[in-house]
């Protein structure tokens, strides 16, 4: 039987101090967008945003614990088996844990698509192999998202800095190329990024 | 509530008596939510958490248990499940679940690889059903009819409201539908139910039903 506890999946540590708990991934899902949560050190456990850019709907159901959610402003504190439902795309939402065991589950995705799998689980899912310099495991997330889609341009950039970061000059320039000729506002990002220092002064480095 | 958000708890959402026993909270039926088939089933010790069955090929359902525990049996392994678990079962595959503990809740997710999710109602279809069997035919009616305005040209909720006609004890309005969900699956897809469905044994000896098969 494919299971896993939610304890089980991998712990990935957020920018925002939610740790994210891959579920899609960990299944191999492909029909539809689905991930859990925990909170982090800062007691997040939904980050305060909205779905307007992906029109995406979603419920947050909690499986365990106390968590207080704000909706649109409003505050309502939720227990296991209860669930929140966002219809509107634009209402931010956010999750704080109130008990350190709580787990939530969330089920999103854009009314009439199919579901199309995110780049940014891959990029999330490298950036703390990235951080503490395991080049060759933030290698394999990337290319495990290139296999999912193909020439994605924020896939393709971050595996660029990736190269650069590991002393692969070549490789690094080609992917960065690639990506800005996919995706123009690359262009922008690789003017700053000081992952991508140590290729800047080739003349190959898009400008 | 606002119109732009809802908070549901699945233990006091009304849950339906669905076959084999189980007991459907129809969350996706209750909140409206149109990217995923998402629904709960709950059980005490013993009880069947929801219908043994297979998906269709590319459907892919995560059963997660939110209360209580279950066994879970996919394929021919069994597992324990106590909440807090997430079951994944590919299509195809032969998945059951009992309850082990009393006031257990299974929430379940599901869609079709590469497919925009089509809910076709089969929850509300059976929350009529449990309406028409208690004897509530206004308000099953309702539902059917709800189900057909949110979608007019999908042959299943016009085969559904032909089946509960049918069983409604109403040829007359069964063949209407019927006869619609025949023009709009131009995919033959609904052939199948046609000749095998049981709800659709009322009709049997009506040569209206030989009439829409040939």
């Known amino acids: 039987v494919n299971l896993a506890h939610i304890d089980e999946l991998d712990r990935i540590e957020m920018p925002d101090g939610f740790v994210w708990r891959p579920v899609r991934r960990h299944f191999g899902i492909k029909a539809f967008g689905t991930n859990a949560y925990t909170p982090g050190a800062s007691g997040q456990i939904v980050e305060e945003h909205t779905e307007t850019t992906l029109g995406h709907e979603e419920i947050y159901l909690v499986l365990r614990g106390r968590v207080r959610f704000t909706v649109d402003g409003d505050e309502r504190e939720l227990g296991p088996g209860q669930l929140v439902y966002v219809r509107d795309p634009s209402l931010s939402r956010a999750g704080v844990a109130l008990t350190d065991d709580a787990a939530v589950l969330a089920v999103g995705g854009k009314p009439g698509e199919p579901h199309e799998v995110s780049a940014w689980e891959y990029t999330f899912s490298a950036s ?3 951080r503490a310099g395991r080049f060759d495991e933030a290698r394999r997330v990337l290319q495990e998202g290139l296999e999912e889609k193909p020439g994605s341009p924020p896939i393709l950039y971050d595996l660029a800095c990736v190269e650069a970061l590991a002393g692969e000059r070549e490789r690094a320039l080609a992917l960065l190329n690639e990506a800005v000729a996919a995706d123009e506002r690359f262009r922008a990002y690789a003017e700053t990024d000081e992952d991508l220092a140590s290729i800047r002064d080739d003349p190959r480095f898009p400008r | 509530v606002s119109d732009g958000y809802e908070i549901l708890t699945l233990s006091e959402v009304e849950a339906f008596p669905h076959r084999e026993g189980t007991n459907l909270i129809p969350v996706r039926h209750t909140l409206g939510f149109r990217p995923a088939g998402v629904n709960a089933w709950k059980a005490d010790a013993g009880g069947q958490v929801m219908p043994p069955h297979e998906e269709d090929s590319g459907n892919e359902e995560l059963y997660v ?19 807090g678990t997430l079951v994944f079962v590919p299509p195809q595959v032969f998945r059951s679940a009992t309850a082990e ?12 690889i590469g497919e925009a999710f089509n809910a076709g109602g089969w929850e509300a279809f059976s929350i009529a059903d449990w309406y028409r069997q208690e004897g509530r035919i206004d308000e099953a009616r ?11 040209d999908y042959w299943a909720v016009h085969y559904n409201a032909g089946c509960f006609e049918s069983l409604a004890g109403n040829p007359d309005s069964a063949f209407e539908h019927l006869r619609r969900a025949k023009e709009l699956d131009t995919e033959g897809a609904s052939a199948e139910y046609f000749r095998e469905d049981s709800d659709l044994d009322p009709l049997r000896d009506d040569p209206r039903l030989e009439e829409l098969l040939g």
């Open chain 2, 101 to 112: 503990e009393d006031g257990t809740i299974v929430f379940v997710v599901g869609g079709s």
């Open chain 2, 65 to 83: 248990v939110v209360q209580g525990r279950a066994s879970f049996t996919v394929g021919e392994e069994t597992a324990d499940a106590p909440a």
């Open chain 1, 128 to 130: 703390p192999h990235i």
């Open chain 2, 142 to 152: 309702a539902i059917m009819a709800q189900l057909i305005a949110e979608q007019p």
